[in-house]
């Protein structure tokens, strides 16, 4: 196991730098979803959630996990998430005023199906048949 200050090589966990990283770029993301106004129609009527933010080691590179909030479709799922990357430098530019990193990282917006997977994952145990099994 390394040490507090040693590398990770062989593994593929993110270092604590990256985590609050992460969560710093969420979070600055976030209040700048909610105070801009998009040209792009698919961005204008919708609220975004973002999930979660992976960078980079050399934290240059920031991948967004974003979705329409409420929506299950997978197809506006991926709509939302083309719509943003389209947006991605406006938002990078807005992004650098909030954060103080050296390098404002570039951002690549991903569909986050993480929480369809987790009704299906619901639905499943709710079902009478794994009700009784799990009893």
């Not at 993110?14 to 969420?26: D, F, K, T, V």
């Not at 329409?68 to 530019?93: C, N, Y």
């Amino acid at each position: 196991m390394p040490k507090r200050g040693q590398r990770n090589l062989g593994g593929s966990e993110p270092s604590q730098r990256q985590l609050r990283a992460g969560e710093l770029i969420r979070h600055a993301l976030v209040d700048v979803l909610s105070r801009e106004e998009f040209r792009d129609p698919e961005l204008q009527t919708v609220a975004i959630t973002i999930g979660e933010v992976r960078c980079s080691p050399d934290l240059k590179h920031a991948t967004i996990f974003c979705s329409p909030l409420g929506s299950t479709d997978q197809v506006k799922i991926k709509a939302v998430a083309e719509a943003l990357g389209r947006a991605s430098r406006f938002l990078r530019g807005r992004l650098s005023r909030e954060i103080e990193l050296k390098y404002t990282p570039q951002l690549h917006f991903v569909p986050d199906l993480s929480y369809d997977e987790a009704s299906a994952m619901d639905a499943v145990f709710r079902r009478a048949d794994v009700q009784r099994d799990l009893s």
